[in-house]
């Protein structure tokens, strides 16, 4: 079985309802798990694809993401949920603030400053290329703090590329570095990923890089995933990968970044840890005692029995944590009658254990009639990097929920309770923008 992520595209005649909200109680498994799945298009009044979620230390959960209007504009939002899923009437416009930069508006990150101020960050298009990354500021009441950038927003393109806002960080002096996948236009080769600084007012920070700018160099691969931490020293570090989907050859690694974008060469080897050997690099998460994990795909996987993931961690200098699994290193396996599966989230809880959220399909029906349904995994490992064989079945957990899931993002709560949220129909056409509530007890 070849673990893949590939891009379906099917033309529907028929649509089916996939419900809405509903309870659900896993039993006979140890701790005992209860869901609660949430329809948030009929609070929203929109089908919101969302991006990034941030769990408050109340117990609310604040979400960005977008929607299309009526000329197939993409507008900005962000909401703010209560801790019983229900909107805040307090935030924003009724619980919900909209936005839009340009034409085309699309967040793909969510940050709150210590005030509580609200940064969103992503990708606009003003119809047409270029393409520039982009901030939006809101005050933690969700309104926009026109005080910021031009109005509330502010934009920014590298010069001669497009710029997709992909990633973003903040650091104690209030600046934000956003990370971004920079591509020529109308071309996606060669592919570069950048940084770049603003002040907490929204202008250019120049003291970064060059003219508040870092460029990578050239890969010869296509559309590098990217996502960047900032250590408690204000240090930077960027996981990457990319793929040359030519060769199959392709390049997993850390690289760290003083705060004024020049590299860190105390980081790593001379700068950079390369874990292509062990991991095709998907997601980063610093832990609260400044322990860097990342997820991905088992670069050692070549047969069914194989596991398909591996964890790894590293200190806050890139040394390898040999105590961490087994020496350094631990594992996801998942059933093998599932063809697909991807690591879309990690998240960490308030005792150090931490979460992994998984996107995942089950082996195509052969006949090809039958297409195949997407779904939901979680993962939980105890902070010493063994995964919790006692949570769901020896480690993961499957929500066994109606409808065709793709979820997004995830986010944590102190006492374990998990959410997830994303958009779910009927063979890849979506139909609502979900909310699953996950209570581990």
């Not at 009929?42 to 408050?56: C, G, P, Q, S, T």
């Not at 199959?248 to 050997?277: A, H, P, Q, R, W």
């Not at 005692?289 to 670069?299: D, E, L, S």
Request: include cysteine.
């Amino acid at each position: 079985m070849k673990k893949v992520v590939v891009a379906y595209i099917f033309v529907v005649l028929v649509l089916f309802g996939c419900g809405g909200s509903g309870d659900s109680v896993v039993t006979g498994v140890n701790p005992t798990i209860t869901t609660t799945l949430v329809d948030l298009s009929a609070m929203l009044n929109e089908l919101v694809m969302i991006r990034d979620m941030v769990a408050l230390p109340d117990g609310s959960i604040l979400a960005t993401g977008f929607y299309q209007n009526s000329i197939n504009e993409e507008i900005g939002t962000v909401f703010k949920l209560r801790p019983d899923a229900t909107l805040d009437a307090n935030f924003g416009d009724e619980g919900k603030k909209s936005f839009q930069v340009e034409s085309m508006t699309t967040p793909m990150n969510l940050a709150v400053a210590s005030d509580g101020s609200i940064f969103v960050s992503g990708t606009t298009v003003p119809g047409s290329s270029p393409q520039k990354a982009f901030i939006v500021k809101l005050t933690a009441t969700g309104q926009i703090d026109t005080t910021f950038g031009a109005g509330g927003s502010t934009s920014h393109q590298f010069s001669g590329y497009d710029t997709l806002g992909f990633a973003m960080g903040m650091l104690s002096n209030g600046k934000i570095i956003v990370g971004c996948r920079l591509r020529n236009p109308g071309s996606y080769d060669p592919t570069r990923y950048g940084l770049v600084s603003f002040n907490s007012d929204g202008s250019l920070d120049t003291t970064f890089g060059v003219s508040s700018e870092y460029i990578s160099e050239a890969f010869d691969w296509f559309n590098p995933y990217h996502n960047i931490i900032i250590q408690d020293d204000d240090a930077i570090v960027a996981g990457i990968y990319a793929e040359d989907f030519g060769s199959s050859l392709f390049i997993s690694k850390l690289e760290g970044y003083n705060e004024d974008g020049t590299v860190n060469t105390s980081f790593g080897n001379n700068g950079y840890v390369d874990i292509s050997d062990k991991q095709t690099f998907l997601e980063i998460l610093q832990k609260q005692n400044g322990n860097i994990i990342t997820v991905g795909w088992n670069a050692g996987y070549t047969v069914s029995t194989d596991p398909e993931l591996t964890v790894l961690a590293y200190d806050s200098s890139g040394n390898s944590l040999s105590s961490f699994g087994t020496l350094g290193q631990s594992y996801i396996n998942v059933d093998d009658n599932i063809e697909i599966v991807e690591p879309f989230d990690i998240a960490e809880s308030a005792n150090g254990t931490f979460f992994v959220a998984l996107y995942s399909e089950e082996v195509p029906d052969p006949s090809g009639f039958l297409f195949p349904q997407g779904g939901l995994q979680l993962a939980q490992f105890d902070s010493d990097g063994l995964i919790n064989a006692s949570f769901g079945n020896s480690g993961v957990w499957v929500y066994d929920g109606p409808g065709y899931f793709s979820p997004s993002t995830m986010a944590v709560l102190p006492d374990n309770t998990v959410y997830i949220g994303g958009t779910r129909g009927d063979v890849h056409v979506y139909e609502e923008t979900f909310l699953l509530k996950v209570t581990v007890n």
